[in-house]
């Protein structure tokens, strides 16, 4: 996972410079930086990114603090101290001196931190594993996070330059940062996570030096975070001989994927700040369900939106967040972990951990293809983001995030052919997303911030939280008059313990629904020779033609030829391989059964009705698939059921 924060002058001496750089311990006052690094037991910071020849650093060398308050504690030159003097010795004025180690105009953001950590599954087999274990995740870890900086240096930083920023140009020399290696959590327990520290400093085509909009950072860090998460599982499987499976954290919310094998019980002994959010978050939302002001009158809402839920939980952990350890040297911290989990587990769950996962992975790659159907990963990530994004509106950026979680969860540790994830977008927009961008500025004609929807009606808009004229935007205070009943709203499961708090379910269920109902269709046509209304579309995304359409859609089309047989077998299309969960599963199950009746009725009338009484057929737009194809998705979270 990949997490993104801002870096300023301020931050960068009060904060980095004293306790991220020592492995987040507290670095003494006066004490050089490569001894309180030495004392704490961490490596030294490392310098990455392609624009590190532009500014005379080489990829691997080691960052010193004097580099680290010029670029980043001022958005000088790493240098700017050696070059200041040069010039003075040159005879220039100070003033002029001082410019010559200017990397451009001054700025209060001079960078972004970027965390990167791998996955519990993989941080425990890496805390408990062997040296050979231990050093394999490692370079999967540095392999992914060295992936991600090259795709943000290609396609996602950008130099805004001109009055109020109206032109951009990706950064000529690509970016530089600042790497340094963490091993553990606040709690104590093993979590491998790096601090990659991104220079805003970047060279335009001209020579002249700007800025990267770190807007556009932080719109991206989720296909970011997507892609670190694929590339180091894969990487991580592939050297260890492992496979991944879907995990459910969080009832309603997307899966993880986590490595095959590793005891689910192993995971939570981990997950000790986790249970404690966990606990203060019930505490916070009864407390916001119950909240009233002075006259008696309820001060937030009856009922827990997920918009609100996100905001408690950022308290939540905010509460319970521990202070900062001594950071302490890698060797003493395996030994406690090992004693820890021994003591938890026993020895031979411990030491029995990778050969249970191998053992797993064996099972899983033997009925897993490593082939990717662009087609059908087109049609389920479409439909995921349709209806996890509100009003089915979203940029191809939500398109590239959903892109890259589903090639993990059917590869399953397999690593993918370069630009997969790109074809699957490309065929998506293609073949079933309609532009709604009705550019004003500038800025909504570029590419990436285009306005898309699906062109087929798939389900009801995403249940929103209704919001009356008189309440201004931003804010959780509803006057009375518009509170909705709170026995009206949706309750999930409790768990033994559990308030009676009503929560509005999430939307990851209905999204898994309609992408498996429509993913289905598809294959049904497939098997039946159908051709998908509005091939050619299909044709110019590269993607198979054969797609979906009924018996009763086919009939419309008589001048059609179905094109080549499909083989299926070769594609990924057995639902039970993607391990989802017995409840999903069931739901799913029933949204198929009711598309073969749909079809199976529509045979029957076809058979049954009298051809010189036949009905015209409906015609109905290319860009459609009939509403009638997918039931029961408007139900939402209960669909199904």
């Keep these: 996972m990949m997490d993104i924060a801002k870096v300023t002058a301020g931050q960068m001496y009060r904060y980095y410079l004293h306790q991220v750089v020592v492995g987040d311990g507290r670095r003494p006052a006066r004490k050089p930086l ?8 961490v490596p030294a910071g490392r310098w990455m990114g392609r624009g590190l020849p532009a500014l005379g650093l080489a990829p691997g060398e ?48 001079t960078g972004v931190d970027l965390v990167f950590r791998p996955q519990p599954t993989l941080n425990l087999l890496w805390a408990l594993g062997d040296e050979q274990t231990q050093r394999a995740i490692e370079a999967a870890h540095e392999r992914a996070i060295e992936r991600v900086l090259t795709w943000i240096e290609d396609n996602v930083a950008v130099i805004r330059f001109g009055a109020g920023g109206v032109y951009r140009t990706r950064p000529t020399h690509g970016l530089v940062a600042a790497r340094f290696r963490h091993y553990e959590a606040r709690s104590g327990m093993p979590l491998l996570h790096d601090h ?41 499987c592939e050297a260890l001989g492992l496979a991944s499976e879907p995990r459910v954290v969080t009832a309603g919310r997307r899966p993880v994927m986590e490595v095959a094998g590793v005891p689910y019980e192993v995971i939570g002994w981990t997950a000790r700040r986790s249970e404690q959010i966990a606990v203060c978050l019930q505490e916070l939302e009864r407390e916001y369900v119950t909240a009233v002001d002075d006259d008696g009158n309820p001060k937030f809402l009856p009922a827990v939106f997920e918009r609100a839920r996100v905001k408690l939980n950022r308290i939540a952990a905010r509460k319970t967040r521990p202070p900062k350890q001594q950071a302490r040297p890698l060797a003493q911290l395996r030994a406690r972990w090992r004693a820890s989990a021994v003591l938890a587990f026993g020895a031979g769950l411990v030491d029995s ?11 899983i790659r033997a009925r897993v293809a490593a082939v990717v159907d662009v087609a059908l990963a087109a049609v389920d990530v479409t439909a995921r983001v349709f209806v996890m994004n509100g009003g089915g509106r979203f940029h191809r950026r939500h398109l590239l995030a959903e892109a890259r979680r589903r090639l993990a969860l059917v590869l399953r540790g397999r690593p993918r052919e370069p630009g997969l994830d790109e074809q699957i977008v490309d065929a998506a927009l293609a073949a079933h997303c ?32 209704p919001r009356p004229p008189d309440t201004a935007p931003g804010t959780d205070r509803w006057p009375t008059a518009a509170i909705p009943d709170a026995s009206a709203a949706p309750r999930l499961a409790l768990e033994t313990g559990e308030w009676d708090i009503p929560r509005v379910p999430l939307r990851h269920d209905r999204a898994v629904i309609a992408g498996a109902a429509l993913a289905a269709q598809l294959r049904t046509a497939r098997r039946t020779g159908g051709v998908m209304h509005g ?107």
């Design 34 to 41: 490569r001894k309180a690094q030495e004392e704490a037991g």
């Design 62 to 109: 080691e960052v010193t603090e004097a580099q680290l308050r010029s670029l980043l504690g001022e958005g000088r030159h790493p240098h700017a101290d050696r070059i200041e003097a040069a010039q003075q010795a040159a005879g220039e004025t100070p003033v002029d001196a001082r410019r010559a180690g200017t990397l451009g105009r001054r700025v209060k953001v």
């Design 196 to 236: 990659l520290l991104l220079s805003v400093k970047a060279q335009r085509p001209d020579g002249t030096w700007g800025s990267v909009h770190t807007e556009v950072l932080y719109e991206n860090v989720v296909a970011a975070s997507a892609l670190y998460n694929e590339i180091v599982m894969a990487e991580a």
């Design 353 to 363: 951990l990778l050969e249970r996962a191998r053992a797993a992975a064996t099972a």
């Design 434 to 465: 309609t532009d709604l961008t009705e550019p004003r500025t500038d800025r909504g004609r570029r590419p990436d911030y285009r306005l898309y929807t699906a062109r087929w009606a798939l389900t009801e808009p995403p249940p929103t939280r």
């Design 535 to 641: 091939a050619a579309r299909y044709r110019q995304a590269g993607v198979p033609e054969q797609l979906a359409l009924d018996d009763a859609d086919q009939e419309n089309q008589p001048d059609t030829e179905p094109g080549p047989a499909v083989d299926v077998q070769t594609l990924r299309t057995d639902l039970q391989a993607l391990e989802l969960t017995a409840d999903q599963l069931a739901r799913i199950t029933k949204g198929f059964t009711a598309l073969a009746d749909d079809a199976r009725q529509a045979r029957e009338r076809g058979t049954h009705q009298d051809p010189g009484h036949a009905a015209p057929p409906t015609q109905q737009p290319n860009h459609q698939i009939p509403h009638r194809s997918v039931p029961e998705l408007h139900q939402g979270h209960g669909a199904g059921r």
